[in-house]
């Protein structure tokens, strides 16, 4: 019985949702003063305004709003049967975020070291490929934005859009084929007497990190140029002018200005390095734990799908942690991230 | 040697590093696709060969798959498509907090990870369709269809919004006072000028979903398409048919990606011509894109 409500409560909370945002559209059309104003119906149309209301409800509710509040539900239930749902054995659990800390279900002796490790990997691993990424794509950036001509501003970005069409998983491939021991680059190695022996660049992760830096180099390039474009050449040239080396330029003047831009990138390259699935089983080491395989694994090696939505969530979380985080330290505001 | 020199030649240096770290990977796969030994590798080159690609096809697996993401992306683009200008018409309609929620709402699946996307769509669906006793509907292609459209009708639904900034309301109006009806305001003048984002987010559709592996492969279940059925072929090993089949791909995506560019160039001149056509644009301030 109370799974049949807590289910009930979930389909019918965004319907509740809806009807305030209604109650705040009157209001709204009331307080601004505008009672002449036509509202949505009278506005579009009956036809056409169905067609927008089912299209975004479906969209909305169906597809966004909806699965994400069903996978919490989830993750707070054991794993059943299908003819155990339902039944008493039906109920509200921590289990699946307890075995991702300790390793079983019931005890709390023992860590979850590996699920942890691989866990923290990921995020400092991803916060590395970040801060990376960063470094790769500023000079280019402020080159693109600032010194370019626009012939050569409009090949440079053609040269940089081109590749990023290219499959992820073939990207990924692409950079197991160049590392790998009788690849390219360790040929190449050994023909100029650097090394006598392969190195083993899959097996120890430096694959993994350059496959993810290419991966995601287009979703740093992007927010920086934007945001470098938007700077007065001039305010460059004052600072010239007045004296100031050119690290004082980009430290003082042209990084301050491209705050939001900076702040829109590395979250953008965290979120994506995170949950990156193709490059880690690709290009990981034997020994190398990425969290989202580990995801993927619980799911259809372990069938155990509320054990995967927990680690689905615990993912989510420390994702929209990092945001926060980012946004208290460049003091920026989720509209300018999402500009 | 002044510090300008210096530091040119730096600059110098840089660019051709970025730039071969950019192409070097992607090259060296496609000159593996042509080189005949069985292990992919582009140096050192032995003898042209074709071999590869008619390894490819034989390949049912892989003719399957390309099958499935075929239709796949032609539901995608069918779902996403409509679904990203209602949101962007309804965008234009809403204001104060509503906005910013909604907005938040919308944009949310450009920034959540694939993976918890797929994940969530298979959950909610599974349910959904048994509860509602339309259990046939649990299949990988339409649960495909339906994880990806969460995040490709966001970004049509970016497209369609740069687009309809440069809308200009008198034109709605205008059409009004003539006597013509909502229903054909909306066909006559609104779809018009849309339709090159239509066009450019449709392309769009099909290629994000068509190389989409993240989110698929979750919602795909039993089922598979190219991607898929590419991922586990690469983590068993590597073979110089996989670097075929990649340069297969490369030059199918670069066509498209081709195609979208001369669209959106072609929008962006046609665009820069009506701003000079009409001077007094009265914008309503609106988020713009931050992908594609």
């Not at chain 2, 049912?60 to 679904?83: E, F, H, N, Q, R």
Request: proline letters at 5%; glycine letters at 6%; aromatic letters at 14%.
């Amino acid at each position: 019985m109370i799974e049949i409500t807590a289910k009930g409560l979930i389909l019918a909370a965004p319907f509740v949702v809806i009807l305030g945002f209604w109650a705040l559209a009157l209001r709204e059309r009331r307080l601004s003063g505008h009672p002449g104003e036509r509202g949505f119906f009278a506005r579009n149309g009956i036809v056409i305004s169905t067609y927008l209301l089912v299209a975004v409800g479906f969209w909305a509710l169906l597809l966004i709003v909806l699965p994400q509040i069903y996978m919490i539900d989830f993750s707070f239930h054991p794993k059943l049967l299908p003819r155990e749902v339902g039944g008493p054995k039906d109920v509200y659990t921590l289990e699946n975020y307890r075995y991702f800390l300790y390793g079983s279900t019931t005890s709390t002796e023992n860590w979850n070291t590996t699920h942890i490790k691989a866990f923290w990997t990921t995020i400092v691993a991803s916060i590395a490929v970040t801060f990376l990424n960063f470094c790769l794509c500023y000079p280019l950036a402020f080159y693109m934005a600032q010194s370019a001509r626009p012939a050569q501003l409009r090949l440079v970005l053609l040269m940089l859009i081109t590749p990023f069409w290219v499959n992820e998983i073939l990207r990924a491939f692409a950079f197991r084929v160049l590392l790998s021991s009788g690849g390219v680059v360790n040929t190449s190695l050994m023909a100029l007497g650097l090394t006598s022996e392969p190195i083993d660049f899959l097996g120890n992760d430096v694959g993994l990190y350059a496959g993810l830096s290419y991966a995601y180099l287009l979703m740093m390039m992007f927010p920086l140029y934007n945001a470098i474009e938007s700077l007065d050449h001039n305010q460059i040239e004052a600072a010239r002018d007045l004296g100031a080396p050119w690290w004082h330029i980009h430290a003082f003047v042209v990084m301050p200005h491209a705050k939001p831009g900076i702040a829109s990138g590395c979250t953008m390259v965290f979120m994506l390095s995170a949950g990156a699935l193709a490059a880690p089983m690709v290009l990981g080491g034997p020994r190398s734990l990425w969290f989202t395989p580990i995801v993927f694994d619980r799911f259809y090696q372990a069938f155990n799908w509320p054990q995967g939505s927990a680690y689905a969530i615990i993912l989510l979380l420390s994702c929209i942690a990092f945001v926060l985080a980012v946004m208290r330290i460049f003091k920026v505001s989720l509209g300018e991230i999402t500009r | 040697m002044n510090s300008t020199t210096v530091r040119k030649a730096m600059f110098g240096f840089y660019t051709v590093i970025f730039f071969t770290y950019l192409f070097g990977p992607l090259l060296v796969m496609g000159i593996s696709a042509f080189n005949t030994p069985s292990y992919p590798t582009a140096w050192p080159f032995e003898a042209f060969t074709l071999k590869w690609f008619a390894d490819l096809a034989t390949d049912a697996d892989m003719m399957y798959g390309l099958k499935t993401s075929i239709i796949i992306g032609l539901g995608v683009v069918a779902l996403s498509v409509p679904v990203g200008l209602a949101a962007a018409i309804v965008m234009t309609q809403v204001y104060h907090r509503a906005r910013s929620i909604y907005y938040l709402i919308v944009v949310s699946p450009v920034l959540t990870p694939g993976v918890i996307l797929g994940i969530s769509t298979v959950i909610f669906w599974k349910d959904l369709t048994t509860v509602s006793g339309a259990s046939w509907l649990f299949n990988g292609v339409f649960l495909a269809i339906l994880g990806q459209s969460t995040f490709v009708s966001a970004y049509c639904m970016l497209v369609f919004t740069s687009r309809l900034q440069r809308f200009d309301r008198a034109q709605e109006e205008a059409a009004l006072d003539l006597g013509a009806t909502y229903p054909q305001v909306f066909r006559h003048v609104l779809l018009p000028f849309l339709a090159p984002a239509i066009a450019s987010s449709a392309v769009l559709a099909f290629l994000s979903s068509f190389e989409n592996y993240n989110t698929t492969t979750f919602a795909i279940l039993a089922d598979k398409t190219l991607v898929t059925v590419l991922a586990g072929r690469v983590r068993q090993g590597t073979t110089p048919s996989l670097s075929a089949l990649a340069v297969i791909i490369v030059a199918i995506t670069l066509a498209g990606a081709i195609a979208y560019e001369l669209l959106r160039r072609r929008e962006e001149r046609r665009a820069a011509a009506e701003k000079l056509a009409a001077e007094q644009t009265r914008d309503t301030p609106m988020p713009t894109s931050l992908a594609a």
